[in-house]
């Protein structure tokens, strides 16, 4: 499997400056990505316009995924930490069953 990730680069600001509209068509054309540094600090990135909206449209699934683990959560306010472990439990020892006895009927036991 060939991967395409983009090669990266490390420039300090001062010299990413006089070399800016070059970098720049590199980024476009998704031959680099470039990271600036000030000192010897990383405090910023230029990446490609699809390579920015990749990272914004994960930041939209990873916020969403965690509203949904919140809200499934508020199901649970009122329950102990120990009914909350037992439950767990009980739920996963009755998933592996069901998984097992799945396999089983399948021909597919360890």
Known sequence: MQTSLT????LK???????LSSLLDRVFQRESRIRLYKGNTP????VSIQ???RLESLD?????AFARMAKSGE???DVSDEELEARINETTARVRR????ERVAAGQSR
Request: hydrophobic share 45%; no cysteine; net charge negative.
């Open 60 to 64: 939209r699934e990873r916020e969403a």
């Open 43 to 46: 405090v910023a990135a230029i």
């Open 75 to 77: 199901g649970f306010l």
């Open 51 to 53: 390579d920015l909206e």
């Open 98 to 101: 069901e998984l097992w006895a």
């Open 13 to 19: 600001f001062t010299e990413a400056r006089s070399k």
């Open 7 to 10: 090669p990266t680069e490390s």
